[in-house]
């Protein structure tokens, strides 16, 4: 019994401190997104490459989507007999 009392002597040097909520949301926020990208690019040995050639895609498709939203021509037209 008279064992656990040196521990308890020295407890209060051994806390530790911990920051204040704000500091520690922003520290999850920042794990989060560190565990996401690496997540994502598992695997891939060119991360940038691979972004860069989503990037390009998704300008594509915009692009595409905006042409055929615009009525240019060139697509179906309906006839009515």
């Known amino acids: 019994m008279g064992m656990c009392l ?3 002597g020295g407890a209060a040097d051994d806390v530790v401190v911990t920051p204040d909520p704000e500091t ?3 520290q999850l926020a920042e794990a ?3 565990r996401q990208k690496e997540t994502a690019y598992r ?3 060119n991360p940038e490459a691979v972004e860069r050639k989503r990037k390009k ?3 594509a498709e915009k ?3 905006s042409t055929s939203v615009s ?3 060139g ?3 309906w006839q009515v007999g």
């Open 24 to 26: 520690r949301r922003q």
């Open 71 to 73: 009525g240019g021509g």
């Open 32 to 34: 989060a997104e560190k």
């Open 57 to 59: 895609q998704e300008e």
């Open 75 to 77: 697509g179906l037209k």
């Open 43 to 45: 695997g891939v040995k």
């Open 63 to 65: 692009q595409a989507m």
């Open 6 to 8: 040196p521990c308890l």
